[in-house]
């Protein structure tokens, strides 16, 4: 068995490089939760998320809120996470291109 030291260094750089663009081609793709007053014209971040190309998904509450979910989908964290709020889904990131459909819904 061969260990990454026994590689060729150039070979050990294209391999990187794939990696790097396959990394690139699976990241989840960055979303806010945030919630709304449209009344006092407020809002604010309740959670950060990572949707993934499967279309499950994981949120983390902002500040004092310690929740940490999956999900099927980011719509569905902007739902549960959002009761009781004005919840809007926020994306950070445009669609990749190897997105399929959309997530399916709770």
């Known amino acids: 068995m061969t260990s990454a030291n026994d590689c060729p260094t ?4 294209s391999l990187h490089d794939e ?4 990394a690139a081609e699976c990241a989840p793709r960055r979303f806010a939760l945030c919630w709304l007053d449209a009344e ?3 809002g604010g971040v309740l959670a950060w998320g990572l949707a993934f190309p499967n279309g ?3 949120a983390i509450g902002d500040g004092g809120d310690p929740v940490v979910g999956r999900f ?3 719509e569905s964290a902007c739902r549960f996470l ?3 709020e004005d919840a809007v ?3 950070l990131d445009a669609p990749t291109s190897n997105e399929g459909p959309p997530p399916g819904l709770l």
Do not use: I, K, P
Not at 10 to 13: C, E, K, S, Y
Not at 19 to 22: F, G, K, Q
């Open 10 to 13: 150039h070979f050990m750089a």
């Open 19 to 22: 990696l790097a663009e396959l």
């Open 40 to 42: 006092d014209q407020d």
């Open 56 to 58: 499950a998904a994981v």
């Open 72 to 74: 099927v989908s980011a």
């Open 82 to 84: 959002g009761r009781g």
């Open 89 to 91: 889904l926020v994306w």
